[in-house]
């Protein structure tokens, strides 16, 4: 079942977020990543949706998650999502997950109206980079995108 995060979600959440750091080699900082997602969550400055499931032991546990921010784009005049953050853990991968969550990252996008869905991936990424066309994203082989620092 795939469904809005609550603040209720954030201890179980911010170990899925914390794996998903550390799996960009990042250093593991689960209290960093608990405050983190708690401000993100408590000041409306995130979408974050997770996907929930019954564990071997029957208990409901989150298997993966969706991060999502508002940016606007100025020549459409609309807001646009960027999806930046898409994570299962590894032991309910391959389960058809990541899919229903991005479909519940579209349905955020169609509910408000925006321009669309913006992501971007590692090229290393194989998983990803096999994924998004899959379930209609396009590559954007005309644009550079630079970053500062």
């Known amino acids: 079942m795939t469904r809005k995060a609550t603040l209720e979600d954030l201890d179980q959440l911010a170990v899925l977020f914390d794996n998903y750091r550390v799996f ?53 005049m609309q807001r646009l999502w960027l999806l930046n953050d898409l994570f299962v853990a590894e032991n309910y991968r391959g389960k058809g997950i990541s899919v229903e969550l991005i479909n519940r990252a579209k349905e955020l996008s169609e509910q408000t109206n925006a321009a669309g869905l913006i992501l971007e991936t ?3 990424n194989s998983v990803g980079n096999s994924l998004y066309p899959s379930v209609g994203f396009v590559l954007d082989t005309e644009h550079n995108y630079y970053s500062w620092p």
């Open 24 to 76: 960009y080699e990042k250093k593991s900082d689960l209290g960093g990543a608990r405050q983190f997602l708690s401000d993100r969550m408590r000041n409306g400055e995130s979408e974050i949706f997770v996907s929930e499931t019954v564990s071997e032991t029957n208990e409901a546990v989150l298997a993966g998650f969706v991060q999502l921010y508002p940016v606007f784009s100025s020549t459409r």
């Open 122 to 124: 590692a090229k290393t």
